[in-house]
């Protein structure tokens, strides 16, 4: 029988391009709620998915129901934008941690198979060079800074998961995404200045006119993920070949991908001159430097390197990522400023 996937946030970031890979290389069924659908227009249509528009802290009837009908579950639905961890922690803690662990509590009880959102966040400040999710340790700074509320947080979830699989025989993975990018990430007309990821916030800024604005100079590292590499993986983890995947935690990045903010947003530039509509703004574009404390606030604290070990995921999932840092760019912008369209794009150059 075909494998049936639950996905809580299926129109989010990493929740659509799941479904669309889910749809085209396997023939699961997906189960998919979210607050709306404007990202998976072609997953819509599919036969195989079926879609609820539904709030996880409000229709939990319909997700547990739903927990006891499919054989995985994925819940994707989360706050994770660093502005909003300093600007609105609570809110951060009610969704992330509360309404989650009532998620993952229901799997214990029915059985079913957790893949559940861990983070790179989780390693904050180590020193290690690339970060193994074995060895290395976990560093945060003190309560005032509340930036580390959202890695406070999926480390309680990673233990409480962990502790649930070793006592209760939970079967789960973790999965721990390093800065992914791709189409989709967040709305680059609705990034005002601080609330998207990084990438999201300089389009935004170039297409209007702004100074890129480079936080503490841009001197801090970064190891960028595309979307669609990262999203294999999280495939190959939910069809866990020969149990590969079970109990395990992986992370999820690219280190053949570790960049400067500054280098980013020079790449970014760069590549953003080659639309001929967009050339004027990417020639006028200026870059300013900002404090940390000045951009988000005092509560915030940055991370300076972030460079995962993939190990574990090419020994056990046979997972390697191939997209480079301006092909990643490229395709991104391609679907920003030429066609809203990736999946329809991604299919006419197979
Ligand atoms: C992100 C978020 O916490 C999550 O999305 C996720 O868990 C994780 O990392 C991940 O994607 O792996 P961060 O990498 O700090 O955290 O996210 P960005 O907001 O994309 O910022 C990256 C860097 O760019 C930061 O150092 C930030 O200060 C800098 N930045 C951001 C600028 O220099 N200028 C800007 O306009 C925006």
């Known amino acids: 029988m075909a494998r049936k996937v639950l996905i809580l946030g299926v129109n989010g970031f990493i929740g659509s391009s799941l479904s ?7 023939d699961w069924e997906i189960y998919g709620m979210d607050m709306s659908c404007n990202k998976i227009p072609h997953c819509i249509e599919h036969e ?15 997700i547990a129901y739903h927990i006891r009908k499919c054989d995985v579950v994925v819940p994707l639905v989360a706050i994770a934008t660093p502005s909003l961890y300093v600007k609105d922690p609570i809110r951060v803690y009610d969704l992330d941690f ?3 662990m009532q998620i993952v509590k229901q799997c214990v009880k029915y059985k079913k198979r957790l893949i559940f959102p861990s983070t790179s966040e989780i390693y904050g400040m180590c020193a290690d060079k690339e970060f193994d999710e074995y060895s290395s340790n976990l560093v945060l700074g003190p309560i005032p800074k509340e930036r580390w509320i959202y890695s406070c947080i999926k480390q309680l979830l990673d233990r409480v998961i962990w502790a649930y699989g070793a006592h209760e025989g939970l079967d789960f993975t973790l999965f721990r995404p390093f800065n992914f ?12 200045e601080g609330s998207s990821r990084v990438v999201t916030q300089f389009i935004h800024n170039i297409l209007h006119g702004r100074a890129i604005k480079l936080v503490d100079g841009g001197k801090q590292r970064r190891s ?20 590969c995947a079970s109990g395990r935690i992986f992370n999820i990045g690219n280190p053949k991908m570790d ?4 280098e980013l947003a020079e790449t970014l530039v760069d ?3 080659t639309y001929p509509d967009y050339k004027h703004l990417a020639d006028k574009v200026v870059f300013e430097e900002i404090s940390s404390e000045e951009y988000y606030g005092s509560a915030y604290q940055d991370v300076s390197h972030r460079v995962p070990s993939v190990r574990e995921a090419k020994e056990r999932l046979g997972w390697e990522p191939t997209t480079d840092l301006r092909t990643m760019l490229k395709l991104t912008l391609d679907y920003h400023l030429l066609h809203q369209d990736y999946e329809l794009n991604a299919l006419q150059t197979k």
């Open 224 to 243: 960028f993920t595309f979307i669609d590499d990262g999203v294999d993986a999280i495939v190959r983890i939910i069809e866990n070949k020969d149990n």
């Open 98 to 100: 509360e309404a989650n």
């Open 48 to 62: 195989r998915f079926h879609f609820f528009e539904g709030d996880i802290t409000i229709n939990k009837e319909w």
């Open 271 to 273: 590549l953003v001159k």
């Open 181 to 192: 990018v791709g189409p989709k990430l967040d709305d680059i007309n609705d990034a005002k």
């Open 20 to 26: 669309w890979q889910i749809l085209t290389r396997t």
């Open 259 to 262: 960049f400067s903010i500054r």
